[in-house]
């Protein structure tokens, strides 16, 4: 029996994918490095920040050391804060949505974006109190799409694995959950079905993760 609920946040809770592609973007154009829409969401979504840029550099076969990567790391925080700003970036139906869970579920966030984006968000909407933890980008020793992020936090909900669901948009965080041993509903706020098979369900949106709907979950 599913006992408790552990949400990815980018694509899931808040459609902030589109805020870290434009931050990655100008982070790097004053350097000569593009990053076209559908490259990031073909090979890059659903990495923390360290590891996007490693992989975009071993991909472009451009030389950075660890301390340059940080260093960009920090410019990208930096754009994305202040494109955080510009408007409430949650999903339709997801503040209440949450609410409701909360009342019956406990909640936890396991994600690859860093704890003060989330947290930011969170508390813009006064929903940081409905979370029991976040396990976000370096909490763990590997990110997303190692089961490492979804381990934590069947460990930080007291559970077995078996007894929580996961909540992901893209088959990088579904497979992440499921070799951790989590149940796992896939949402297309980011990629089509055809992407998220590897989910035990898919739905079209949050409003749609109801009880009902968990304990079908066999």
Known sequence: MIAALVFDFDGVLADSEPLHLRAYQETLEPLGHSLPREEYYARYLGYNDYDMFKALADARRWPVSHEEIEALIAAKGRIYESLLSTADHLYPGVAATIASLAARYPLGIASGALRHEIEAILRGRALDRHFRFIVASG???ASKPAPDPYRRAATLHGLDPSQCLAIEDSRWGIESA?????????ITNTYPVA???GADA???????????????LK
């Open 178 to 186: 499921k070799t951790a041993g989590l149940w796992c509903v896939g």
């Open 139 to 141: 909490d763990t020793p």
């Open 202 to 216: 898919i739905i079209t949106s949050l409003t749609e993760l109801t009880p009902d709907l968990i304990r079908s």
């Open 195 to 197: 992407e998220l098979l």
